[in-house]
Nanobody, 115 residues
Framework: QVQLVESGGGLVQPGGSLRLSCAASGSIFSINTMEWYRQVPGKQREIVARIASGGSTYYSGSVKGRFTISKDIGKNTLYLQMNSLKPEDTAAYYC?????????WGQGTQVTVSS
């Protein structure tokens, strides 16, 4: 089992930046991919970015070129650097980790982009 704790959300003006962190613990060795998802009330949770164990990355079209996913293996931490934020990026952001047999989720952190 993998435990995940997100941090770094908050209120930011349009055009600003935030960095989300996700601290992982437990069966970290079994993780294949880690992702950031986001969810707006009344809508389905959507994937934002993914990083595989080998380092390859994927971004949704709406964030490509503005967001960067990365990980610090020594700190067991996943990051999401978010630049040029837009009001439509407002959502609860969730960290997720997938193993061969299960998926774990963090508790979420709120990001609000507003002037």
């Amino acid at each position: 089992q993998v435990q995940l704790v997100e941090s770094g959300g908050g209120l930011v003006q349009p055009g600003g930046s935030l960095r989300l962190s996700c601290a992982a613990s437990g069966s970290i060795f079994s993780i294949n991919t880690m992702e950031w998802y986001r969810q707006v009330p009344g809508k389905q949770r959507e994937i934002v970015a993914r990083i595989a164990s080998g380092g390859s990355t994927y971004y949704s079209g709406s964030v490509k070129g503005r967001f960067t996913i990365s990980k610090d293996i020594g700190k067991n931490t996943l990051y999401l650097q978010m630049n040029s934020l837009k009001p439509e990026d407002t959502a609860a952001y969730y960290c997720s980790a997938a193993t061969i047999s299960s998926r774990s989720w963090g508790q979420g952190t709120q990001v609000t982009v507003s002037s």
